[in-house]
């Protein structure tokens, strides 16, 4: 988070990187379970917000329970001139849910990757064309996903 963090400021975020308890007074039970008031949490969060150290706090929709059960890693040769205007694009399709820009080697020329969704592959398929025509780059890759083999949230407090 760019600066050391308090003993308090760890607390808070090894219960929040737990996500979220799904009840009625989220805060509440984070802050109990640190052994704090609420406002002394939601204080050290609004705080992160204004630093910058905190982007948002939100729900992690399974893509698979909602119907979204296909994907693709899709990884694009883009002038590096363009590189910002064309992730700018990829990135403003709703079927993605992840865009990076990521360093080429001799053997990879691929600099820009989404994570495109959809209900099956004929439908990550289209997007990825419409995607394509849409920026004008026309040497990409798809890497479907076969098989999800871990995903959970960052953990970055380890000894709480």
Known sequence: MGSTLSDLE?????VLQKGLPLTLTPYRDMAGEIGIEPEQLLEVLRQWDADGKLRRIGAVVSHVKVGLSAGSMVVWEVEPSRSEEVGRIL??????????QRPTSPSWRYNLYTMVHG???????RTVRRMSKACGVKTYCQLHTKRELKKVPPTYIMDR
């Open 10 to 14: 760890k607390s808070i975020l090894a």
């Open 91 to 100: 990135a403003s399709f709703a079927q993605v849910s992840h865009a990076y």
């Open 119 to 125: 209900a099956d592959s004929g439908e990550v398929d």
